[in-house]
């Protein structure tokens, strides 16, 4: 299906002194492993970055702007902010005991499902990969959930009802994880909710591709077998002892090596056809001088990720099987492969 870009080709914002390079600050060109740094998404209680100014232009955009864009996102995020003033509670002073932490993952997957409704959830350790500089998110294990988002009003982005949907699927995420971590909470283990990027100092993606939720595709989003890209990630962080998963290979990069539909249809040009080194990680990286200006003065475009075939409704398992059959490879399955 091909989504037309809309033609927001002169852009309000502009900066009279433009900031260091966005890619400077992802470190884009490092071999070093580092932490990854703030440079989007600022929120009360961070450190202000020097992209402030624009960020500040996507919250009025996304949020305030509501003549603009409509009120649906604004309200949507006021009700997941709502949502996760919960996200924290008191522990339960009994603990119930956890002797078989394989058992224990199946019984909060379940639960997690139950919850959420549609979604995919995987459980993996929190390294320092998944954790933003300076932050601090001091628990062992994330259980990584992933929403899936309207398929049929996001193929419309950018656009209001597409950045409602955004904010109405992380808020359906963010209630599910706080209904979970209160369940953990009550088991006696401590536990915190997670909503979208901008309230959290757990990196979604890093750990979600740990858990084996999906792969990194070149439009830099992640890639599900269940949901392509169209979907949003929420998690809860805790100490109950549970099995993590497995990364898994579903023929991602199979794909990408050849397709070029994101490439082509960003309409910023920020999507490059080779991998980069990214503080000391060979990945799919797109060019967030590029990609930032846009995506904030259209409230969040999400182009790439509607125009990706795996996000096409019921495309992801047939293409994953054809993908690793061409290549003689099997699906690794989404599975507890150790018990931490
Ligand atoms: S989100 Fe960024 S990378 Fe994706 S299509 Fe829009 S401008 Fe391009
Ligand atoms: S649109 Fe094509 S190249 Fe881009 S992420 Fe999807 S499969 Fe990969």
């Not at 084996?212 to 077998?225: D, F, P, Q, V, Y």
Request: proline fraction near 8%; glycine fraction near 10%.
């Amino acid at each position: 299906m091909k989504v037309e870009a809309r033609p927001y080709g002169s852009l309000v914002f502009r900066y009279r002194e433009p900031p260091p390079s966005g890619n400077a600050i992802n470190g884009l060109g490092e071999a070093a492993r580092k932490p990854a740094r703030l440079v989007f998404h600022w929120s009360p209680g961070r450190k202000p970055h020097p992209w402030m100014a624009l960020d500040l232009h996507f919250t009025m955009v996304s949020g305030l702007g509501g003549p603009l864009w409509g009120w649906g996102s604004f309200l949507q995020r006021l009700r997941m902010i709502w949502a996760l003033r919960r996200a924290l509670g008191p522990v339960a002073p009994v603990r119930r005991e956890v002797r078989d932490p394989a058992a224990m993952a199946r019984e909060i997957k379940a639960l997690a499902q139950r919850l959420a409704g549609d979604c995919i959830v995987g459980i993996a350790e929190i390294g320092p990969d998944a954790v933003l500089e300076g932050g601090n998110v001091p628990y062992k294990h994330a259980i990584c959930i992933g929403v899936p988002m309207n398929r049929s009003i996001m193929v419309e982005a950018p656009a209001p009802r597409a950045g409602t949907e955004v904010m109405r699927t992380y808020r359906r995420g963010a209630v599910a994880a706080v209904k979970l971590a209160e369940h953990i909470r009550a088991m006696g283990w401590p536990a915190k909710a997670f909503g979208e990027t901008k309230t959290t100092d757990l990196l979604h993606i890093p750990v979600a591709l740990k858990a084996g939720l999906g792969e990194l595709g070149k439009h830099g989003s992640m890639i599900s077998r269940e949901f392509g890209s169209n979907f949003r990630l929420v998690a809860v962080a805790t100490d109950l002892p549970l099995a993590v998963d497995a990364p898994v290979d579903i023929g991602v990069d199979d794909l990408c090596a050849g397709c070029q539909r994101c490439t082509l249809d960003c309409p910023a040009g920020a999507i490059s056809d080779k991998k980069q080194l990214v503080r000391g990680v060979e990945k799919w990286y797109v060019d967030f001088d590029k990609c930032t200006p846009y995506f904030a003065e259209t409230a969040g475009c999400a182009i790439c990720i509607e125009v990706c075939p795996w996000s096409e409704p019921g495309r992801g398992f047939k293409l994953s099987e054809m993908l690793l059959a061409k290549r003689g490879a099997k699906a690794r399955p989404r599975a507890a492969a150790a018990a931490k």
